[in-house]
């Protein structure tokens, strides 16, 4: 069985750029989690897709954005990128429940 | 507001002897808690979980154990093992979906 994709692993963007970063669950699960991983702030929520609905969203600010397909795929999408975005990105995929969640590799972002 | 906290940044143990790390919540509400392992650069391993409906959970050298009324998980890990060193999260979640929220980590050393 497949594991959570995360697509791309790395990604260097510029200030103000916009940034989408991929993610495939693994095949049955119907939530899709991001969170973002700084050295300062460990593991933050973003937000939540479960069948296709934003279900959860953490405090960030309204650059960040997310939308799932119907296959369960999830984008997450940041705009008029800044200096403190640099992080991993992760994804996490669970069939829906309250459960336990799997994790992406993550995709490593640097803001230049 | 850290809702979930892992005191120690470290801990350093023998091969063979048991490793217990620690984590203390402070809202009512979470009902379900993991923890998690990480190796630099990778997204967390899912390790165990465990409900609020139960004190502890077994899984091989892994057991989590809950209390409630001092809303406090701890993981001990027996015997450790060199390959256990990694930084070791705990999660808690409110029913809420799969919302969760991170400990800041526990960097266990395990030393042959």
Known sequence: ?112 | DQQVKQNSPSLSVQEGRISILNCDYTNSMFDYFLWYKKYPAEGPTFLISISSIKDKNEDGRFTVFLNKSAKHLSLHIVPSQPGDSAVYFCAASADTGNQFYFGTGTSLTVIP
């Open chain 1, 1 to 112: 069985k497949a594991g959570v994709t995360q697509t791309p692993r790395y990604l260097i963007k510029t200030r103000g750029q916009q940034v989408t970063l991929s993610c495939s669950p693994i095949s049955g699960h119907r939530s899709v989690s991001w969170y973002q991983q700084t050295p300062g702030q460990g593991l933050q929520f973003l937000f939540e897709y479960f069948s296709e609905t934003q279900r959860n969203k953490g405090n960030f600010p309204g650059r960040f954005s997310g939308r799932q397909f119907s296959n369960s795929r999830s984008e997450m999408n940041v705009s008029t990128l800044e200096l403190g975005d640099s992080a991993l990105y992760l994804c996490a995929s669970s069939i829906g429940v309250p459960s336990e969640a799997f994790f992406g590799q993550g995709t490593r972002l640097t803001v230049v």
